[in-house]
């Protein structure tokens, strides 16, 4: 069965890339974009592809992950 919710976001999908870049990625979860690189470097981050030598986020990649972190702190 298809939700409101899957119907939302093929539509966002519809009218752009699904695919942000690290600075907009950051932009979306509220953080700083040296934050994000710095989890991804550490592997603590949200889940990204490399197309070419471009580092790309899904928007459902950083949905995920924003879910399954929140309420917890980070520890460094």
């Not at 942000?20 to 040296?34: F, I």
Request: no cysteine.
């Amino acid at each position: 069965m298809v939700s409101d919710d899957d119907i939302t976001r093929a539509n966002r999908a519809k009218r752009g890339s699904p695919f942000l870049n690290t600075d907009q990625a950051a932009a979306y979860l509220k953080m700083s974009a040296r934050l994000l690189k710095r989890l991804r470097r550490d592997g603590k981050g949200p889940v990204f592809r490399r197309h070419s030598r471009f580092v790309q986020y899904h928007i459902d990649d950083l949905d995920t992950w924003s879910d399954e972190h929140s309420g917890r702190e980070f520890r460094q």
